[in-house]
């Protein structure tokens, strides 16, 4: 008999554009909060441990944070130290019309603006993590 592996054992061999795929669904479960939406958090969750250990000594540093590597990913993670403070969700794929795709979240609040860069949005993750934590 074949035991089915979970998704954290999965995730070391899956390409990113699965994992990719698997946390934008699981992210629609969450915001949907149906009946799938704590299975979706438990989702996320997992993706989330393993992307901070796998991009852990990749981060960029952008003026008082450091950030994960754009590779693709749904959500790319900016931290303080070790605190994960902010995070760029890639919303959609770039297309003639569709420019802005990139959603920030700066300590627990949505930014109103989309941007087309992720560039851009680390720069304005800077400048509002400056401003809410006072540190200039």
Known sequence: M??????????????????WEIARRAT???????????????ALEEIARFERELYAHRRITIGALSWEPHEGQLLMRGFEGNEEVAGIEYT???TASRKK???????????????????????????????KTSRK
Not at 28 to 42: I, K, S, Y
Not at 109 to 126: I, K, L, S, Y
């Open 2 to 19: 074949t035991q089915v592996k979970s998704l954290a054992e999965r995730l070391a061999t899956m390409p990113p554009n699965k994992r």
């Open 101 to 131: 795709v990139f959603r920030l979240t700066v300590l627990g609040q949505r930014h109103p603006e989309m941007f087309h860069r992720v560039e851009e949005a680390r720069a304005t993750a800077d400048e509002l993590y400056r401003e």
């Open 28 to 42: 629609q479960w969450v915001d949907d909060g149906g009946p799938n939406a704590e299975r979706g958090a438990e």
């Open 92 to 94: 959609a794929t770039h």
